[in-house]
């Protein structure tokens, strides 16, 4: 079937299926199994859909992603989030705009355990953002830093999104979460250094974030509220990058060791917690299997169908420098990102685009991130972004005040998007140090 023809129809019905309110991995799905159809005659369907199927989700990679989702579980659940809060809120006291670049300092250390957006927003939101009322603080700008600030957890490792795009392109994990670690620590260093500079540039400075004055003393006994967190991600992400573990062994015990020292060492987490965690990630890793799968199907009618390809050939056709590519392909992710969720995007165009990159000699690893990155951005644009929702639900503030807060942030997100497209050593420079030249 040619290009266009079958193009157009996937197209049709994808869009089709949406609007009328069918979820997401439903119609992956069913559009996955028109193409199999079309691409067989009907013969070979099922037997196409199974082998395919099976072949992705019985990958010891994607093992991975429900573990570290239960490890993201049991942390929330034990009240970490506090107390890294407390943590970063008395080392950035002498800071102007300290409670916000405490926040957004908290959101990145919790994106080291959790690995989810979602996860990181609604356990330092849940927190700061009563506190920014308390404080007589501007909870716009709160709402915003929190929201920008749980963006890092699809992009600082663990992360799930890595783990995904590694199994569909069979790129190394951990080199995309070696990869990740740079352009997290610029992204967070970016929105930290924002707030500063417009808190002390505002004619009323914001207050101290806390009444008392803090001593260096109290900054350094801060560290033994997280030292077990330190120690988690220590073991987690060093493991992976000096390659003493896998990433999925990793997320085993980080899975055991996050239980463990929620129960034992912070005994914030009760045995009836642990179920609690075990239950609500549980929903979790069903609704992205069962998008992953959709997504599944219908990369594997796109590659019987032989629509890849085509479009390599047709993109080359036209003679477009890579760089062109690049810029279509960046507008086309952020116009997604608007209405689709990370995962489904990642799923639905990877099977298509990757390809197309790969022919103009791109790394791989360099278009995971400014990919992610893309996503990121999507968590913070209305009207589908989830983190602006989160934030929503727990500020009860109307969304219009979320997205004001968050539109500076999603600016300086973009300028970075551009700055990792530009300077692709940014990207690659920590994973071609640790794991040598791909």
């Known amino acids: 079937m040619q290009l266009g023809l079958t193009a157009g129809l ?65 942390i929330t659940e034990s009240g970490m989030g506090p107390r890294l809060l407390d943590f970063t809120d008395k080392w950035f006291s002498k800071f102007p705009g300290a409670l916000y670049n405490a926040a957004i300092a908290a959101c990145g250390a919790f994106s080291t355990m959790s690995g989810s957006s979602v996860a990181t ?47 569909l392109t069979e790129t190394s994990v951990a ?75 990793a997320a085993a015990l980080g899975a055991l060791a996050a239980m463990f020292i929620g129960v034992y060492v912070l005994k914030g987490l009760s045995w009836a917690g642990v179920h609690r965690a075990a239950v609500r990630s549980i929903y979790s890793i069903t609704m992205i299997g069962t998008i992953l799968l959709g997504g599944l199907i219908l990369g594997r009618a796109i590659t019987l169908l032989g629509i890849s390809q085509d479009l390599v050939n047709l993109i080359q056709g036209t003679g477009q420098p890579g760089w062109v590519v690049i810029i279509w392909i960046m507008l086309l992710l952020f116009f997604l990102g608007m209405f689709m969720d990370g995962a489904a995007i990642t799923v639905i165009t990877i099977p298509l685009l990757f390809p197309v990159i790969s022919s103009y000699g791109y790394d791989p690893v360099w278009f995971a991130i400014i990919f992610v990155v893309n996503t990121e951005v ?8 989830m983190n602006l929702f989160i934030v929503k639900a727990i500020s009860g503030e109307p969304m219009t005040e979320v997205i004001k807060g968050a539109l500076p942030y999603t600016t300086l997100l973009i300028l970075s998007l551009v700055t990792l497209i530009l300077v692709p050593q940014i990207s690659l420079w920590l994973p071609n140090l640790m794991m040598g030249p791909a």
Do not use: C
């Open 378 to 385: 999507g968590l913070i644009t209305p009207p589908v972004g």
């Open 121 to 167: 927003a609604g356990a330092i939101g849940g927190v700061v953002i009563p506190e920014f009322r308390r404080r007589g603080l501007n909870v716009r700008r709160g709402m915003g830093a929190v929201a920008a600030g749980g963006t890092l957890g699809v992009l600082i490792p663990p992360s799930t999104a890595f783990i995904v795009y590694g199994e």
């Open 10 to 74: 996937v197209t049709i019905g994808l869009v089709a299926l949406l609007l009328v309110g069918i979820p997401i991995a439903y119609v992956l799905g069913m559009t996955g199994i028109f193409g199999l159809f079309s691409a067989t005659n009907g013969t070979d369907a099922w037997l196409s859909l199974t082998s395919g199927a099976a072949m992705h989700l019985s990958s010891s990679s994607l093992l991975a992603i429900p573990l570290f989702m239960l490890m993201s579980a049991y």
């Open 175 to 249: 080199r995309l979460f070696l990869a990740g670690v740079v352009p997290g620590v610029l992204i967070l260093t970016v929105f930290i250094a924002y707030t500063t500079f417009v808190s002390r540039i505002e004619e009323k400075k914001a207050p101290p974030t806390i009444e008392e004055d803090v001593t260096w003393l109290d900054r350094w006994i801060s560290l033994r509220q997280i030292w077990s967190a330190l120690v988690l991600m220590l073991a987690v992400l060093g493991g992976i990058f000096f390659g003493v573990v896998t990433p999925t062994e």
